[in-house]
Structures are given as C-alpha cells and as structure tokens.
C-alpha cells in the first residue's frame, strides 16, 4: 500500500525474527522466564520453536533492540521476567493480522453481496487510504469511492480491519443485501454463475 513514509505505527516489520516474535507475543500475550537465570536469553530462545531457527545472539539482540524501540516492555515480579508488547508494540504487531487477511471462497456462492460502506473524515486520511487498499487487497470492487462490494462473507475481515484502523460504527458499515441493481455485470466481475 506504499505507506512507509508515513507515521510508525503503519510501518511493516521487515525482518523475519521481528515478525516472528512480534507474532510470537500477539498470541501469547506476556512470556515470562526465571529473572535469576545468567541465561536469560538462551531460556527465552530454547522455550519457543518459532524463535529456535534463529541463532541465540540474534534472537537476544532483536529483543534488546525491540525493547530500546519501545516496542516490548520487560517487568520483574517474584523472580520472573514477564515480556510483553507495548502500545506501539501491539499497533506494529497488527499488521501481522491484517497482511494475512484473506477471504475464503466457498464452494457454493450464497447469493448474498457484502457492501462496505465508510466515510472516514479528512483528518483520517491516512487510516481512509489504508483501508481502501485493504480493500482491494482482500478483492473488493469499488461501486462508488467509499462504497465496495464482495460476494462472500468477509464478516470477521471486516471487524478486524475496523478494529485495526479504529474505526466507528458511524465511519464503518456492512450491509447484506440479496438484490444489487448492477448484478450481472459484478457477477461477470467475480465470476460468478
């Protein structure tokens, strides 16, 4: 979506171990580990599989970077190191979802057409830009410029974008609707029979 050069949080993590371990403390929610350990690093690296394929040094290294980034946060209780995403570290690791978002195509069509309809203000341009290129990401079609259209149920998709982005119930909505004037034609678009 070209939107490096905008603010942090809509950065993509570009190496492999940032990924992993952003994704690794987005599902765990806090990982702790003996603080009286001198192997801090190596209980940490030996503890989890997606971080066993790095070498110790840069999985050690990656934390201590992620933490001086603001992007992890440490706290000490009762001997035990608990490792956590910070604010900005969970806004990163958002991303992590949001480029994995796919919609399924089933076998059989239902015959229903999900229509987004937003109107994200001005001051949200960015967030507005964003979502649209998600949008077209995910398959969608434009039917107007803030009204798209998909012929599967993209519920979930939806509600994770909108949760993502912030948006409101007045910015963001998803209409089911069995009948669109212009049918045939978005039929012939997603090739449908």
């Known amino acids: ?11 993509k993590p570009r190496s492999a171990i ?14 702790s580990v003996a603080a009286t350990s001198p192997y801090f690093g190596v209980n940490l690296w030996r503890g989890q599989k997606r971080l066993g394929k ?6 050690y290294d990656t934390f201590y970077n992620l933490k001086k980034q603001g992007l992890i ?13 910070s604010k900005k570290g969970t806004q990163k690791a958002g991303w992590l979802q949001i480029d994995k ?8 069509w239902d015959r229903k057409w999900r229509i987004v309809i937003f109107d994200i203000a001005e001051l949200k341009k960015l967030y507005r830009e964003a979502f649209r ?6 398959g969608f079609r434009p039917l107007q410029k803030s009204v798209w259209i998909h012929p599967f149920d993209c519920r979930a998709e939806v509600d994770l974008l909108k949760d993502f982005f912030g948006l409101s119930e007045k910015e963001l909505n998803l209409i089911i609707a069995d ?3 212009n049918g045939a034609q978005i039929k012939n678009f997603f090739n449908l029979s």
């Not at 940032?18 to 990982?31: C, E, Q, R, T």
């Not at 978002?101 to 059989?108: C, E, G, H, N, Y």
């Not at 290129?133 to 995910?138: A, H, P, S, V």
């Open 133 to 138: 290129g998600k949008l077209k990401e995910l």
């Open 54 to 59: 790095y070498p110790r040094k840069r999985v």
């Open 18 to 31: 940032v990924k992993d371990i952003l994704y690794w403390l987005s599902i765990a929610g806090a990982v």
């Open 179 to 181: 009948k669109i004037s």
């Open 101 to 108: 978002l796919k919609i399924k195509r089933p076998q059989r």
């Open 1 to 11: 979506m070209g939107l490096g050069k905008y603010k942090y949080y809509f950065k």
């Open 73 to 85: 946060e440490t706290q000490k209780r009762n001997n035990q190191i608990f490792i956590s995403l």
